[in-house]
């Protein structure tokens, strides 16, 4: 009776100690053991497109996590979506700081009174390989020739030079060639693309900035008289003023705001103003008056011309 009494009593304890092993390990699982979940690897400014590139993986424990976080099982809640807010490295990623492109328009946040679209034409090579987004920052490096007099010889030796001209320029759109939105295939091996990627067969073509007026009309000259590369920026990337780059024996070249041509509103001006000079000269004597008839003609002449040529 007594050998009876002890086996049931070792049975309850055996089954004690594996409800007990069972339990711990459901409550490790469910509680204690760590999750992965999505941080970002860097920076990101708002309305950027977040990439693979742009994420890596940390754990958290189960009693930390939310499920305002993304767990690296749901790759589809966070890659191809855009930032509304700027994030920051090793920062863990939330839904709330995700949206659509309509959600995360960075451009709303910017003064666009002063601002306008300008397209230029771009290949994979130049477009750095096709590593180019709406949101994106790149500035502009200049590429020109300039010729010197050697004051001895008489003759005329050409430089070359290369100059950072504009910085910081925001990138309104990508374009293919048939004027749709490019889709970047950079940084994706082959059997890593997504379906999109994998479908799309069209060429980089176009790259559109939002510039100033004044910025549109340097980049213009500058196109027509040498050649623009684009440089893509990191968000890391800060703007200095660079001395450019020479070679060969150079002369300095002017490049700057210059009034080439004259505004209607300032000739007007100087009509009127020559017109009340030559009224006030024809109340004199006769003979002033025949002089001033002459001046004013000439002055009329030259200003008709003008005129004609901006209009």
């Known amino acids: 009776m007594k050998n009876r009494k002890r086996l049931i009593i070792t049975v309850v304890q055996i089954l004690a100690i594996i409800i007990f092993a069972v339990s711990y390990k459901v ?9 992965k979940v999505y941080a ?45 807010t700027k994030v920051f490295q090793n920062q863990i990623a939330y839904r709330q700081q995700l949206g659509d ?14 601002a306008r679209l300008l397209s230029l034409p771009i290949d994979l090579v130049e477009g750095v390989a096709g590593d ?12 020109g020739r300039g010729q010197v007099s050697d004051p001895n010889e008489g003759q005329q030796a ?13 990138v309104y759109q990508v374009n293919a060639s048939d004027g749709t939105k490019y889709v970047s295939r950079a940084n994706a091996a082959p059997n890593e693309m997504s379906a999109e990627q994998s479908q799309s067969t069209q060429q980089i073509s176009s790259i559109t900035l939002v510039v100033a007026p004044e910025q549109a009309e340097q ?19 800060e703007t200095h003023e660079t001395l450019g780059f020479v070679l060969g024996n150079y002369n300095k070249v002017f490049s700057g705001n210059a009034n080439a041509e004259t505004g209607s509103l300032q000739v007007i001006d100087s009509f009127t103003e020559n017109d009340s000079a030559s009224s006030k000269q024809n109340t004199n004597t006769q003979t002033n008056s025949q002089a001033g008839s002459n001046q004013q003609s000439d002055t009329f002449g030259g200003v008709s011309q003008i005129y004609s040529d901006n209009n």
Request: aromatic share 8%; charged share 30%.
């Open 132 to 143: 180019l987004q709406r949101g994106d920052k790149i500035d502009l490096l200049y590429k």
């Open 219 to 237: 980049i213009e000259a500058r196109r027509l008289s040498g050649t623009i590369k684009i440089l893509k920026r990191f968000p890391e990337s």
């Open 40 to 84: 970002f690897r860097t920076n990101l400014d708002s309305g950027v497109k977040v990439s693979e590139k742009d994420l890596t993986e940390v754990l958290v424990s189960q009693m930390t996590y939310t499920p305002d976080m993304i767990l690296v099982t749901e790759k589809d809640q966070i890659i191809g979506r855009y930032t509304i």
């Open 101 to 114: 492109l309509n959600s995360s328009e960075k451009f709303a946040s910017l003064d666009l009174a002063n």
């Open 27 to 35: 409550y490790n699982d469910n509680n204690v053991r760590p999750l």
């Open 158 to 170: 050409e430089f070359v030079y290369s100059k950072i001209f504009l910085q910081d320029i925001p």
